[in-house]
Nanobody, 130 residues
């Protein structure tokens, strides 16, 4: 089992910034690729960003590319999502997730697929006001 706890959400004005953190515990952190997903009211959960075990492979959704940055600190068992130039359409509950490396390594698409992730955090609310 892997336990994931997100923090750092909140209310921010459009154009502002937030940094989300996700602390992992349980199994070996470096066995997992990590991803951030989000879900707005009435919408499906969608991919935001993902990072490989070492941090050498990173993917972003087109909607956040150039504004968001994913990173991980394997010494601290933590993954981050730095969100800049926030827009009202970024408003959602943001979830951290972990996928076994063997599940995603062969396919970039797998990093972006909800069903490939084995463990999920409880989510943190991000609200961007206009």
């Amino acid at each position: 089992q892997v336990q994931l706890v997100e923090s750092g959400g909140g209310l921010v004005q459009a154009g502002g910034s937030l940094r989300l953190s996700c602390a992992a515990s349980g199994r070996t952190f470096t066995d997992y690729a990590m991803g951030w997903f989000r879900q707005a009211p009435g919408k499906e959960r969608e991919f935001v960003a993902a990072i490989s075990r070492s941090g050498g492979i990173i993917y972003y959704a087109d909607s956040v590319k150039g504004r968001f940055t994913i990173s991980r600190d394997n010494a601290k068992n933590t993954v981050y999502l730095q969100m800049n130039s926030l827009k009202p359409e970024d408003t959602a509950v943001y979830y951290c997730a972990a996928a076994m490396w063997s599940t995603v390594v062969a396919s970039p698409l797998a990093f972006k697929t909800v069903d490939k992730y084995d463990y999920w955090g409880q989510g943190t609310q991000v609200t961007v006001s206009s």
